[in-house]
């Protein structure tokens, strides 16, 4: 059983696409977020949702946008894709904000 | 920012060793996580310890957090193969989890 599964696990695309990532976890949790990990394995936040509501939006380009449907799903959409967003991109989830976080196995972007 | 660091970047050791990984940060937190990364997988959770503690153990690991000094540590003890990974100590305070860029360990058999 995965606890936080993400789809797809490789995404190759063209410059100026446009696509979406998926993420669904079945721990129960309410709070639920999105990380950027790049090629220097630095991982920063992108987005957090705790119960559907957004709670943290760091410093991100508007192409990128959050979508939760409800508390068990947080999808990613990425409009325009550039070269710069190539990365891993993980999703993670979390009881409550201030909790321990269950990751996904990540999204490998790879922008040509 | 408060992103933790560690040291060293890179570790090498015999399977049976112990290592030791180093975590500072900036500012004041609530709590400090470890987690681990398995090559092309996601993060696992490793220990939680929070400000007012000092030391916490999980099976073959010890955490210490000295918050006077801004640091942590962890400590595996018996270190076997299958410990190769990258470790992240991760400091949670008035901002998100903020992550430092990680310790590559790898455990020789």
Request: net charge positive; glycine share 6%.
């Amino acid at each position: 059983d995965t606890a936080v599964s993400q789809t797809p696990k490789y995404l190759v695309t063209q410059m100026g696409n446009d696509k979406s990532i998926k993420c669904e976890q079945n721990l129960g949790h309410d709070t639920m977020y999105w990380y950027k990990q790049d090629s220097k394995k630095f991982l920063k936040i992108m987005f957090s949702y705790n119960n559907k509501e957004l709670i943290i939006n760091e410093t991100v380009p508007n192409r990128f946008s959050p979508k939760s449907p409800d508390k068990a799903h947080l999808n990613l959409h990425i409009n325009s894709l550039e070269l710069g967003d190539s990365a891993v991109y993980f999703c993670a989830s979390s009881p409550q904000p201030d909790q321990p976080q269950h990751f996904g196995d990540g999204t490998r972007l790879s922008i040509l | 920012s408060q992103q933790g660091e560690e040291d060293p970047q890179a570790l090498s050791i015999q399977e049976g060793e112990n290592a030791t990984m180093n975590c500072s940060y900036k500012t004041s937190i609530n709590n400090l996580q470890w987690y681990r990364q398995n090559s092309g997988r996601g993060l696992v959770h490793l220990i939680l310890i929070r400000s007012n503690e000092r030391e916490k153990h999980s099976g073959r690991l010890r955490v210490t957090l000295d918050t006077s000094k801004k640091s942590s540590s962890l400590l595996i003890t018996a270190s076997r193969a299958a410990d190769t990974a990258s470790y992240f100590c991760a400091t949670e305070g008035n901002t998100p989890l903020v992550f430092g860029k990680g310790t590559r360990l790898s455990v020789i058999a």
